[in-house]
C-alpha cells in the first residue's frame, strides 16, 4: 500500500495520525479526495463510527481508507461521556464546553478513573480491520497544559505526573491511546509491504 486516505477533518488528530504512520506513505487528505472535513458519525459505538467513515470514504473514492473514532469513559459516569465525547456539551463540539461539563459533572465524585479508547478501522482492498488502543488515567480537578486537543489538559495517564496536554507530541504517542492503535495499524501496513 503506497497511499492511503486519512479521514479525519480535526486538526489535531490529523497531525497525530500523520505522526504514527510508517514512513513511504503517501496520505491523502478528505479535502485532496473531494469530500468533506465532518464525515458521519452517527453509530452507538466507536467501532461503528470509525467503520462508518472509512465505508463511506472507500466507496465514494476507491482508495484503501483510515477513519479513527475516539471516546473518553469515566468510571464515575457509567462510562460516558463514551462515543459522544466530542459533543458531550453539544453538537458544536466545543473542547472548551466539553471540559467544563466534565468537570461539573466530576463534582464531589472521589472515583476519577477513566480511560480513553480509540478504535481505527482500515478498509481496502482485503476488507475490513479494526485496531484498538487503550490508555487508563484519572481526570484531573481542573485543566493543565496547552499541547493537545479535546480532553488532553484533564486527562492524567497512569504512572505519569503530566496530563496529555502538558507532554509534548513526542512523549504523548508513545503511551497513548492513539498511538497503540496506530501502532497496531502500522504494523499492518509494515508487513503488507515487507
Do not use: W
Not at 500523520?18 to 459505538?45: Q, S
Not at 477513566?114 to 482492498?125: K, S, Y
Not at 492524567?156 to 496529555?164: A, H, L
Amino acid at each position: 500500500m503506497d497511499r492511503l486516505l486519512l479521514c479525519t477533518g480535526n486538526p489535531g488528530k490529523r497531525a497525530e495520525l500523520l505522526a504514527l504512520l510508517p514512513p513511504g506513505i503517501t496520505v491523502l487528505t478528505l479535502e485532496e479526495a473531494g469530500l468533506p472535513n465532518d464525515l458521519p458519525e452517527t453509530g452507538d459505538t466507536l467501532e461503528a463510527n470509525a467503520l462508518q467513515k472509512a465505508r463511506l470514504a472507500h466507496a465514494r473514492t476507491g482508495l484503501p481508507c483510515v477513519a479513527d473514532d475516539t471516546g473518553l469513559e469515566v468510571d464515575a459516569l457509567d462510562g460516558a461521556p463514551g462515543v459522544y465525547s466530542a459533543r458531550f456539551a453539544g453538537p458544536e463540539r466545543d473542547p472548551v464546553r466539553n471540559i467544563e461539563l466534565l468537570l461539573r459533572e466530576m463534582e464531589g465524585r472521589q472515583d476519577r478513573r477513566a480511560r480513553f479508547r480509540t478504535v481505527v478501522a482500515l478498509i481496502d482492498e482485503r476488507g475490513e480491520q479494526l485496531f484498538t488502543g487503550t490508555v487508563e488515567g484519572h481526570i484531573t480537578d481542573r485543566p493543565s497544559g496547552g499541547g493537545g486537543f479535546g480532553y488532553d489538559p484533564v486527562f492524567k495517564p497512569d504512572g505519569e505526573d503530566r496530563t496529555f496536554a502538558e507532554m509534548d507530541a513526542v512523549a504523548k504517542n508513545a503511551i497513548s491511546h492513539r498511538g497503540r492503535a496506530m501502532r497496531a495499524l502500522g504494523e499492518r501496513l509494515t508487513g503488507d509491504r515487507s
